[in-house]
């Protein structure tokens, strides 16, 4: 599975944005999907998961109720809407798919990756 996120850009708190993460492939229906984060001098940070057929979600508690992920496996496509955005959550944001129905936050049992897009929120 290849996968290629966008969406990220500049914005200023309290705004919003949409990020996208498209994969390659016809078997993308059989990867739970996760969103990890990573700021500059820190270690990637879990962010929300998706379970195959997106009936279930995580959430760290930083982003809970201020970010939604959602996917569309006709599209082979997972999203995650960052809303009331503020400064901490300026961060190179990954996308990662892992194998099977069991979610995780452990960013070292995903299988693979995207290439990240970089989010920055300005005061």
């Known amino acids: 599975v290849q996968l290629q996120a966008s969406g990220g850009g500049l914005v200023q708190a309290g705004g919003s944005l949409t990020l996208s993460c498209a994969a390659s492939g016809r078997t993308f229906r059989s990867y739970s999907m996760g969103w990890f984060r990573q700021a500059l001098g820190k270690e990637r940070e879990f962010v929300a998961h998706?379970?195959?057929?997106?009936?279930?979600?995580i959430y760290a508690d930083a982003v809970k109720g201020r970010f939604t992920v959602s996917r569309d496996n006709a599209k082979n496509t997972v999203f995650l809407q960052l809303n009331r955005l503020k400064p901490e959550d300026t961060a190179v944001y990954y996308c990662?798919?892992?194998?099977?129905?069991?979610?995780?936050?452990?960013?070292?049992?995903?299988?693979?990756w995207g290439q990240g897009t970089l989010v920055t929120v300005s005061s």
């Open positions: 990662g798919a892992l194998s099977g129905a069991f979610g995780s936050t452990r960013e070292e049992e995903y299988d693979y």
């Open positions: 998706i379970s195959l057929n997106g009936a279930y979600t």
